[in-house]
């Protein structure tokens, strides 16, 4: 290691520990706090980040970024250096982009946001939220314009959480999914009776349901020497290094499916974090390449293996041993077809895998409509229920059910189209994995997961951020962002099941 480089990855690494500082306290607030914790818990976790933040802009660090810069530059085309100057510059230039003044007024604007939400929902009327979520999006577009963009404002917070990812782009990829996905929707509605999921339902002890989920994501290489779960509301990931990787989930004794999916779902985004490099572990090149990126991750291990026919040929067995009154009489055919109920609905986190993106339609279409000044926050319920119907062929009776559904609008905008991207990239890798893995079929119904983790370590874990979104999937897949495997493996999977 270089002179130049160490001084600079000592520092990234410092910013780094109090970054993971701040994910132990947000996951303990998540997780085991009392609820007197919260106001200083606020201050704990403001402070940490405004340190981070200090060290970030600093001129000692712009000065250690730059002499890297320079060594970086003369170094050969493939050398790893590239990436992590890129890696680091990103995040050096979103810093130092957005004036101090404008992320404390958001700060701030986030916790009135919240409250006006949490008041509007109690009312079930969006009008209570309007004029803060009025506000939200004035302060998204300052943070468009202080950020900078190709074609227009939205593409700024779109980039946040999406390196590369444009307006444009995220209208192209949501209009061809609408384009297959809105009949098939339609046909499958008229065929609901053809699937029986009754037998999910019932009484499910909590200590076995939690015991279950373990037992499959140990399966599929969780490490529980660098990882564990714990309870929350609402589940999700964190991470205190490769080390140390924390899921959460919540259990509902009355359904099985709801828990047993979200600690897969979790369980993926998990083993992304433990199968990150640790040489890189405390710099920006050591994390996930993107939101979309991750979540292809918990996507695959959740639908693609999750929600097969192999896996459950494996675990069916392993259910049974643990419920068998209410699995008893079932075969895996109709687990299968269980699991794999599509229903049009209101609420996005429980919709399945055929009308999940169709959500997310409604949602960035609302976004990229309010960021151009076409739509007006008051006018987002009415707008809301007209793409329901549209799209899904449901409208919700109130706001609760509609717009005020999701809390990601009292923090911003721009964060959905990570789940769509996602679900994308998660069939394209099933699709590659499969031409890699010729017997990935068998080794999955014999409950062996190592090929499969293994091609997602060497393609994507281990890579941390070395390659954007485009060029890791060019190499892993031979493609760059694409439906088609996507819509191939949703329209040949649900027309079997629905016999269309
Ligand atoms: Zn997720």
Do not use: C
């Not at 950020?147 to 061809?176: Q, R, V």
């Not at 929350?232 to 919540?250: C, M």
């Not at 009154?325 to 109920?341: H, L, M, P, S, T």
């Amino acid at each position: 290691m270089t002179e130049r480089l160490s001084a600079l990855t000592k520092r990234l690494e410092e910013i780094d520990d109090i970054q993971r500082a701040a994910a132990v306290l947000g996951w303990d607030q998540m997780t085991y706090m009392p609820r007197g914790g919260n106001a200083g818990r606020g201050e704990q976790l403001a402070t940490l980040a405004s340190l981070a933040h200090e060290r970030l802009v600093s001129p000692a660090f712009g000065a250690a970024l730059a002499a890297f810069a320079e060594e970086a530059q003369g170094a050969p085309a493939d050398d790893i250096r590239h990436a992590l100057l890129r890696t680091v510059q990103r995040a050096y230039d979103q810093a130092t982009k957005l004036p101090q003044e404008l992320v404390a007024r958001q700060m701030r604007l986030t916790v009135e946001a919240y409250e006006s939400w949490v008041a509007a929902r109690a009312a079930k009327d969006f009008a209570v939220f309007a004029p803060a979520f009025a506000k939200m999006v004035e302060i998204s577009r300052e943070i468009g314009e202080a950020l900078g963009y190709p074609d227009e404002p939205y593409d700024a917070l779109l980039d946040l959480s999406e390196p590369g990812m444009t307006a444009k782009a995220g209208a192209e990829l949501l209009g061809e999914l609408k384009a297959h996905l809105v009949p098939l929707v339609q046909e499958i509605a008229a065929r609901k009776d053809r699937v029986d999921r009754s037998f999910l339902y019932g009484h499910f002890a909590d200590e076995s349901q939690w015991q279950l989920g373990l037992e499959a994501i140990e399966a599929f290489g969780f490490d529980f020497g660098r990882g564990r779960q714990d309870r929350s509301i609402h589940p999700f990931t964190t991470s205190f290094g490769v080390g140390d990787v924390r899921i959460t989930t919540r259990i509902s004794e009355e359904s099985f499916a709801s828990a047993f999916f979200s600690t897969l779902h979790e369980g993926g985004h998990g083993l992304y974090e433990q199968g990150l490099p640790a040489e890189w572990a405390r710099t920006p090149l050591g994390q996930a390449i993107s939101s979309g990126v991750h979540e292809s991750q918990s996507r695959l291990w959740e639908n693609l293996v999750g929600r097969s026919r192999a896996f459950w040929r494996y675990f069916l067995p392993r259910a049974k041993a643990v419920f068998p009154a209410q699995f008893g009489e079932n075969g895996v055919e109709e687990i299968y077809r269980a699991v794999n109920y599509v229903e049009p609905s209101l609420i996005r986190v429980d919709a399945d895998e055929v009308t999940y993106n169709l959500h997310i339609a409604v949602r960035f279409e609302l976004e990229r409509a309010l960021m151009q000044g076409e739509l007006k926050a008051k006018d987002v319920p009415e707008a809301w229920r007209a793409k329901m119907q549209q799209y899904l062929g449901v409208t919700p009776p109130d706001d609760l059910e509609g717009a005020l559904q999701d809390i990601h609008w009292t923090g911003g905008l721009g964060g959905f189209i990570g789940y769509t991207v996602g679900n994308v990239v998660s069939a394209q890798l099933w699709e590659a994995a499969g031409r890699t893995i010729p017997d990935l079929t068998e080794r999955i119904t014999q409950g062996d997961f190592a090929p499969l983790l293994g091609f997602l370590r060497r393609e994507l874990h281990q890579l941390g951020s070395q390659e954007k979104t485009e060029g890791f999937l060019r190499k892993a897949t031979g493609e760059g962002l694409t439906t088609r495997p996507y819509l191939g493996y949703i329209t040949g999977k649900y027309r079997e099941i629905y016999g269309l």
